[in-house]
Protein backbone atom coordinates (compact mmCIF):
# COMPACT_ATOMS: atom_id res chain seq x y z
CA UNK A 1 0.00 0.00 0.00
CA UNK A 2 2.79 2.20 0.91
CA UNK A 3 4.58 1.73 -2.69
CA UNK A 4 1.36 2.43 -4.46
CA UNK A 5 0.88 5.74 -2.55
CA UNK A 6 4.44 6.57 -3.37
CA UNK A 7 4.18 5.82 -6.80
CA UNK A 8 1.12 8.31 -7.38
CA UNK A 9 3.31 10.49 -5.37
CA UNK A 10 6.09 10.62 -7.79
CA UNK A 11 3.56 10.71 -11.01
CA UNK A 12 1.93 13.52 -9.22
CA UNK A 13 5.30 15.69 -8.75
CA UNK A 14 6.23 14.89 -12.58
CA UNK A 15 2.71 15.81 -13.51
CA UNK A 16 2.85 19.18 -12.07
CA UNK A 17 6.99 19.61 -13.24
CA UNK A 18 5.16 19.11 -16.99
CA UNK A 19 2.41 21.28 -16.45
CA UNK A 20 4.08 23.90 -15.13
CA UNK A 21 6.18 24.37 -18.45
CA UNK A 22 2.47 24.16 -20.69
CA UNK A 23 0.27 26.90 -20.25
CA UNK A 24 -2.94 26.96 -22.09
CA UNK A 25 -3.86 30.03 -24.31
CA UNK A 26 -7.63 31.28 -23.84
CA UNK A 27 -8.76 33.14 -26.23
CA UNK A 28 -7.62 36.60 -26.71
CA UNK A 29 -5.58 36.26 -23.39
CA UNK A 30 -2.15 36.37 -22.30
CA UNK A 31 -0.35 34.71 -19.94
CA UNK A 32 2.64 35.97 -18.31
CA UNK A 33 5.32 34.95 -15.86
CA UNK A 34 8.98 36.83 -14.79
CA UNK A 35 12.24 35.83 -13.46
CA UNK A 36 14.16 37.99 -11.38
CA UNK A 37 17.81 38.02 -12.74
CA UNK A 38 20.76 40.76 -11.21
CA UNK A 39 23.07 42.30 -13.93
CA UNK A 40 24.63 40.25 -16.45
CA UNK A 41 22.47 37.25 -15.89
CA UNK A 42 21.74 35.53 -19.05
CA UNK A 43 18.02 34.47 -19.46
CA UNK A 44 16.61 31.93 -22.36
CA UNK A 45 13.54 31.13 -23.32
CA UNK A 46 12.81 28.01 -25.97
CA UNK A 47 9.01 27.87 -26.50
CA UNK A 48 6.92 25.78 -28.85
CA UNK A 49 3.17 26.54 -29.95
CA UNK A 50 0.42 23.95 -30.74
CA UNK A 51 -3.05 22.24 -29.80
CA UNK A 52 -4.22 20.18 -27.25
CA UNK A 53 -6.66 18.26 -29.65
CA UNK A 54 -4.22 15.51 -31.47
CA UNK A 55 -6.14 15.10 -34.01
CA UNK A 56 -5.52 18.72 -35.01
CA UNK A 57 -2.53 18.94 -37.82
CA UNK A 58 -2.92 23.08 -38.07
CA UNK A 59 0.17 24.61 -36.76
CA UNK A 60 -0.73 27.32 -34.72
CA UNK A 61 0.62 30.94 -34.05
CA UNK A 62 0.88 32.92 -30.54
CA UNK A 63 2.79 36.59 -29.70
CA UNK A 64 5.83 36.48 -27.97
CA UNK A 65 7.43 39.56 -25.75
CA UNK A 66 10.35 40.00 -22.65
CA UNK A 67 9.88 43.24 -20.76
CA UNK A 68 12.67 44.94 -18.74
CA UNK A 69 12.10 45.95 -15.17
CA UNK A 70 12.09 49.48 -16.49
CA UNK A 71 8.69 48.23 -18.66
CA UNK A 72 10.85 48.38 -21.96
CA UNK A 73 9.95 45.87 -24.51
CA UNK A 74 13.53 43.50 -24.88
CA UNK A 75 12.36 40.86 -27.24
CA UNK A 76 8.86 41.36 -29.44
CA UNK A 77 7.92 38.56 -31.90
CA UNK A 78 4.30 38.27 -33.57
CA UNK A 79 2.64 35.45 -34.53
CA UNK A 80 5.26 32.47 -34.75
CA UNK A 81 4.91 28.78 -33.91
CA UNK A 82 8.18 28.88 -31.88
CA UNK A 83 11.29 30.17 -31.12
CA UNK A 84 14.40 30.55 -29.28
CA UNK A 85 15.15 33.81 -27.34
CA UNK A 86 18.30 34.92 -24.99
CA UNK A 87 18.43 38.45 -23.19
CA UNK A 88 21.09 39.23 -21.28
CA UNK A 89 19.99 41.71 -17.73
CA UNK A 90 21.54 45.04 -17.72
CA UNK A 91 19.94 45.75 -14.62
CA UNK A 92 19.01 44.18 -11.41
CA UNK A 93 15.07 43.30 -11.49
CA UNK A 94 12.06 41.40 -12.63
CA UNK A 95 11.31 40.61 -16.52
CA UNK A 96 8.64 39.84 -17.78
CA UNK A 97 7.87 36.91 -20.66
CA UNK A 98 4.37 36.95 -22.20
CA UNK A 99 2.54 34.69 -24.56
CA UNK A 100 -0.39 36.07 -26.39
CA UNK A 101 -3.40 34.96 -27.83
CA UNK A 102 -4.64 38.50 -28.04
CA UNK A 103 -5.71 38.50 -31.89
CA UNK A 104 -7.20 34.73 -31.80
CA UNK A 105 -10.10 32.63 -30.58
CA UNK A 106 -8.35 29.38 -30.68
CA UNK A 107 -9.23 27.88 -27.45
CA UNK A 108 -7.04 24.49 -27.55
CA UNK A 109 -3.74 26.79 -27.79
CA UNK A 110 -0.87 25.77 -25.85
CA UNK A 111 2.57 26.82 -25.62
CA UNK A 112 5.04 24.59 -24.08
CA UNK A 113 8.37 26.45 -22.69
CA UNK A 114 11.57 25.67 -20.98
CA UNK A 115 13.59 28.45 -19.07
CA UNK A 116 17.45 28.40 -19.00
CA UNK A 117 19.31 30.46 -17.16
CA UNK A 118 23.38 31.79 -16.59
CA UNK A 119 24.00 33.47 -13.30
CA UNK A 120 26.46 35.64 -13.54
CA UNK A 121 29.23 35.72 -10.63
CA UNK A 122 31.90 38.09 -10.57
CA UNK A 123 34.91 35.88 -10.53
CA UNK A 124 37.09 38.82 -8.97
CA UNK A 125 35.06 39.57 -5.92
CA UNK A 126 37.00 38.09 -2.86
CA UNK A 127 33.44 38.07 -1.14
CA UNK A 128 32.26 34.83 -3.20
CA UNK A 129 32.87 31.84 -1.58
CA UNK A 130 30.84 29.53 -3.18
CA UNK A 131 30.83 26.27 -5.53
CA UNK A 132 29.40 29.07 -8.59
CA UNK A 133 32.70 30.75 -7.59
CA UNK A 134 34.86 28.21 -7.40
CA UNK A 135 33.44 26.88 -10.87
CA UNK A 136 34.05 30.49 -12.93
CA UNK A 137 37.26 31.68 -11.34
CA UNK A 138 38.61 27.97 -12.55
CA UNK A 139 37.09 28.39 -15.80
CA UNK A 140 39.02 32.33 -15.97
CA UNK A 141 42.46 30.32 -15.03
CA UNK A 142 41.56 28.49 -17.54
CA UNK A 143 41.12 30.94 -19.86
CA UNK A 144 44.04 33.10 -18.85
CA UNK A 145 46.66 30.15 -19.12
CA UNK A 146 45.19 29.06 -22.21
CA UNK A 147 45.59 32.93 -23.20
CA UNK A 148 49.41 33.10 -22.40
CA UNK A 149 49.74 29.90 -24.15
CA UNK A 150 48.52 31.19 -27.28
CA UNK A 151 50.92 34.40 -26.79
CA UNK A 152 53.73 32.37 -25.97
CA UNK A 153 52.92 29.88 -29.18
CA UNK A 154 52.67 33.50 -30.96
CA UNK A 155 55.82 34.91 -29.57
CA UNK A 156 57.86 31.36 -30.18
CA UNK A 157 57.06 31.98 -34.06
CA UNK A 158 58.06 35.03 -33.77
CA UNK A 159 61.64 34.50 -32.53
CA UNK A 160 61.57 31.49 -34.74
CA UNK A 161 61.09 33.63 -37.86
CA UNK A 162 63.25 36.06 -36.75
CA UNK A 163 65.98 32.76 -36.26
CA UNK A 164 65.69 31.52 -39.45
CA UNK A 165 65.83 35.02 -41.35
CA UNK A 166 69.05 35.72 -39.96
CA UNK A 167 70.53 32.04 -40.49
CA UNK A 168 69.11 32.55 -44.41
CA UNK A 169 71.19 36.20 -44.08
CA UNK A 170 74.21 34.37 -42.94
CA UNK A 171 74.21 31.85 -45.31
CA UNK A 172 73.73 33.93 -48.36
CA UNK A 173 76.83 36.71 -47.20
CA UNK A 174 79.29 33.45 -46.32
CA UNK A 175 78.40 32.29 -50.24
CA UNK A 176 79.27 35.77 -51.12
CA UNK A 177 82.61 36.28 -49.14
CA UNK A 178 83.45 32.67 -50.24
CA UNK A 179 82.82 34.27 -54.03
CA UNK A 180 84.21 37.39 -53.46
CA UNK A 181 87.91 35.69 -52.17
CA UNK A 182 87.73 32.78 -54.89
CA UNK A 183 87.49 35.39 -57.83
CA UNK A 184 89.97 37.27 -55.92
CA UNK A 185 92.24 34.67 -55.88
CA UNK A 186 91.62 33.86 -59.27
CA UNK A 187 92.76 37.18 -60.33
CA UNK A 188 95.90 37.68 -57.88
CA UNK A 189 97.03 33.99 -59.89
CA UNK A 190 96.31 35.49 -63.23
CA UNK A 191 97.71 39.04 -62.44
CA UNK A 192 101.16 37.37 -60.58
CA UNK A 193 101.42 35.11 -63.80
CA UNK A 194 101.29 37.82 -65.95
CA UNK A 195 103.91 40.02 -64.25
CA UNK A 196 106.37 37.00 -63.67
CA UNK A 197 105.63 36.09 -67.60
CA UNK A 198 109.04 36.38 -69.77
CA UNK A 199 108.57 38.80 -72.66
CA UNK A 200 111.87 38.03 -75.36
CA UNK A 201 112.45 40.60 -77.90
CA UNK A 202 113.35 39.57 -81.19
Same mark, same amino acid.
Request: charged share 25%; hydrophobic share 40%.
Given at each position: ????????????????? @??????????????? &? &????? %?????? @?????????????????????????????????????????????????????????????????????????????????? %?????????????????????????????????????????????????????????????? @?????????? %????
Amino acid at each position: MRLVSVSVYILTVFTAL @IQAHTVLLAPYGKQC &F &FENLK %KNDELA @ISYQVGSRNPDNSEQYRADFHIISPSGQILVKRIDIDHGDEQIKADTNGKYQYCFSNERSSRVDLDVSFNIHGVVYIDVNDP %KSDSLDYAIHRLSQLTSDVKAEQSYLVIRERTHRNTAESTNSRVKWWSLFQIVVVVLNSLFQ @IYYLRRFFEV %KSVV
